[in-house]
């Protein structure tokens, strides 16, 4: 995505066109591309991507998920100082390409607001045998919590048998 400084002069965008993901800013003109391009990130950069509110910042996540800041000076070029780490993103904000879950920046950007995921997610829940009435009320739980799936009753009613599953381990 490309991303409009506030005063309508240069944008930021990533671009692999060096052979590593890298933030760039482009002098920004209506009429065409502009052959003036700055390279702002050293060592990589990701999204997202975004100016603070006077356009004297400019924010990328970079690869190692540090919150950089590149401080900017708009004179009559686009002059910028070396990135530095802001702070690093937590390990459960799915950072990455084409993922962009930072929503918003203060204006004077004091404050980052992110999706980040619960650390650590809860474990899925597991399922408990429950024999239930017509009126959906339960009327007797059997066995402990576990995976348990195929659930049956014998042809009487009197017995019930379900299908244990085992842990998984390791990748499938």
């Known amino acids: 995505a490309v991303h409009v400084s506030p005063d309508h ?3 930021a965008f990533r671009s692999n066109e060096s052979g590593k993901d890298q933030i760039w800013v482009r002098r920004f003109d209506p009429a065409g591309p502009s052959a003036d391009k700055w390279q702002v990130s050293t060592d990589g950069g990701t999204g997202p991507v975004f100016w603070r509110g006077d356009g004297k910042e400019l924010y990328y996540l970079a690869l190692d998920r540090s919150m950089m800041v590149v401080g900017v000076r708009n004179g009559t070029g686009f002059e910028f100082d070396a990135p ?7 390990e459960a904000f799915p950072a990455g390409q084409g993922l962009g879950p930072l929503t918003a920046t203060s204006g004077n950007a004091e404050r980052f607001l992110m999706a980040v995921p619960r650390t650590p997610p809860p474990p899925p829940a597991l399922p408990q045998i429950a024999i239930l009435d017509r009126q959906g009320k339960t009327v007797r739980t059997v066995a ?5 799936s195929d659930p049956t009753f014998s042809p009487d009613g009197s017995r019930i048998v379900v299908r244990k599953t085992p842990e998984t381990v390791g990748d499938i």
């Open 84 to 90: 530095r780490v802001l702070f690093k993103v937590p």
């Open 144 to 148: 402990e919590p576990e995976r348990y």
């Open 9 to 11: 002069r240069f944008i």
